[in-house]
Nanobody, 127 residues
Framework: VQLQASGGGLVQAGGSLRLSCTAS????????TGWFRQAPGKEREFVAS????????YTVDSVKGRFTISRDNAKNTVYLQMNSLKPEDTAVYYC?????????????????????WGRGTLVTVSS
């Protein structure tokens, strides 16, 4: 499975972006997927997750109400809609898939538990 994140860019505070995570090779449609981000000089942090069927999602408190994770398995793609962006959202965003995820509901994900990672996409929010 190869994942590719795209959709990043430069946006003013208050603006919106939609990130896409598209899989090539074996389908990612059966895997729980998460978005992580890494700001300059900081550790990678979990942002949002979604179960394989899209029935359950989870977002961290810092982005709750502003970011929405979703997926279209027919397109083998997971999305992260980001609204009301803040300068502190500036980071490289990564998507990752967990082959062994067995929970019915979405939960916070650990980076070390993820099996496949996409190349990141840079999001820069100017004040």
């Amino acid at each position: 499975v190869q994942l590719q994140a795209s959709g990043g860019g430069l946006v003013q505070a208050g603006g919106s972006l939609r990130l896409s995570c598209t899989a090539s090779g074996p389908t990612v449609s059966y895997y729980a997927t998460g978005w992580f981000r890494q700001a300059p000089g900081k550790e990678r942090e979990f942002v949002a997750s979604i179960t394989w069927d899209g029935a359950s999602t989870y977002t961290v408190d810092s982005v709750k109400g502003r970011f929405t994770i979703s997926r279209d398995n027919a397109k083998n793609t997971v999305y992260l809609q980001m609204n009301s962006l803040k300068p502190e959202d500036t980071a490289v965003y990564y998507c990752a898939a967990d082959v062994n995820y067995r929970y019915r509901e979405a939960r916070p994900m650990r980076a070390e538990a993820m099996d496949y990672w996409g190349r990141g996409t840079l999001v820069t929010v100017s004040s």
